[in-house]
């Protein structure tokens, strides 16, 4: 009893933290929509642990835990990959406006030489 009410309070508060995270658009909305659906999954499940083992035994699987983890690691790697995709992505776009940043400040440079060379050629 008391594992499921600590497991029920702590999902309770992340997902007041989620949405005030979003809220506030600390936290972009295609991520608090993730977060936001794994907490209305987990929260009935910590407040009413019969119901994980149901669905364990509805899977095919030995307990209820073994589920839990199973699709914990899951889920895990799943946001791994996501974020190795973004960061790749990102990666991507500041090498292309270093690039374009460079060439810019190549042309600002070269319009001042030829500036500063036409002011000398006219003093």
């Given at each position: 009893?008391?594992?499921?009410?600590?497991?029920?309070?702590?999902?309770?508060?992340?997902?007041?933290?989620?949405?005030e995270?979003?809220?506030?658009?600390?936290?972009?909305?295609?991520?608090?929509?993730?977060w936001?659906?794994?907490?209305?999954?987990?929260?009935?499940?910590?407040?009413?642990p019969?119901?994980?083992?149901?669905?364990?035994?509805?899977?095919?699987?030995a307990?209820?835990?073994?589920l839990?983890?199973?699709?914990?690691?899951?889920?895990?790697l799943?946001?791994c990959?996501?974020l190795?995709?973004?960061?790749?992505?990102?990666?991507?776009?500041?090498?292309?406006?270093?690039?374009?940043?460079?060439?810019?400040?190549?042309?600002?440079?070269?319009?001042?030489?030829?500036?500063?060379?036409?002011?000398?050629?006219?003093?």
């Open positions: 009893m008391k594992l499921t009410l600590v497991t029920g309070l702590t999902g309770l508060l992340l997902l007041g933290t989620i949405v995270l979003l809220r506030r658009r600390q936290l972009r909305e295609k991520y608090g929509m993730l936001l659906a794994v907490l209305i999954i987990v929260i009935p499940l910590s407040l009413f019969r119901l994980l083992d149901n669905v364990a035994e509805l899977l095919g699987v307990s209820g835990v073994s839990v983890l199973f699709l914990g690691i899951v889920f895990l799943l946001v990959v996501h190795s995709w973004e960061v790749s992505a990102l990666e991507e776009e500041t090498r292309t406006l270093a690039e374009d940043f460079a060439l810019l400040r190549a042309e600002i440079n070269a319009d001042r030489a030829a500036r500063d060379e036409l002011v000398s050629t006219d003093g």
